[in-house]
């Protein structure tokens, strides 16, 4: 079995000017079309979500649209935790929290059902890439908005050179590879 560095090192392909020109986009799409490897990942993100004797210690996976529900909903079922999704603006049917925050080039909102956990819920925040940190610290106040206690963060990809473990200091947020 290839250790889990080789399958992010062969899974994730940076795709050069995508978005926009200059800059270097991570793709996850060899990744997620590789069972092994991805079971392996989604592995990987659950054991943030157990303590050290392997117990499970959360009751929620929120997954962050869009690339991180691809990431969350299977790690839910690995921990027999519920999933909760925190969508754009406008995406979820019923009441909602929302939070906005600053992009690079202006600003988006996010929301969460109001119902979406029960109070003292211990959540797992999953996200494809931490960037700038500004998405995550708009999830994490919507977890707290609802009365449920973030347990951590777990991104697949950190961008080390943006500065969103700075931006979230005093969070617990694990990669699985920084770049």
Do not use: N, W
Not at 57 to 74: M, Q, S
Not at 91 to 118: M, N, R
Not at 121 to 145: H, N, Q, S, W, Y
């Amino acid at each position: 079995m290839r250790s889990l560095d080789e399958v992010l090192k062969d899974g994730i392909r940076d795709i050069s000017d995508y978005p926009q020109a200059g800059v270097v986009f991570k793709d996850i799409t060899p990744l997620l079309a590789d069972h092994g490897g991805f079971s392996q990942v989604v592995e990987a993100l659950a054991a943030f979500g157990r303590d050290a004797d392997g117990t499970v210690v959360v009751d929620k996976v929120v997954g962050i649209e869009a690339r991180g529900f691809i990431l969350a909903a299977p790690v839910a079922l690995a921990l027999g935790a519920g999933f909760v999704p925190v969508r754009k603006k406008g995406k979820l049917p019923a009441a909602t929290y929302e939070e906005s925050y600053e992009l690079e080039y202006g600003e988006a909102t996010i929301e969460v059902h109001q119902d979406a956990f029960e109070p003292g819920d211990r959540v797992l925040v999953i996200d494809d890439v931490l960037a700038t940190g500004g998405t995550v610290e708009a999830c994490l106040r919507l977890v707290r908005r609802c009365g449920a206690e973030v347990a951590g963060t777990a991104v697949l990809i950190e961008l080390s050179f943006l500065p969103g473990r700075d931006r979230l200091a005093a969070e617990r947020v694990e990669a699985l590879v920084t770049v």
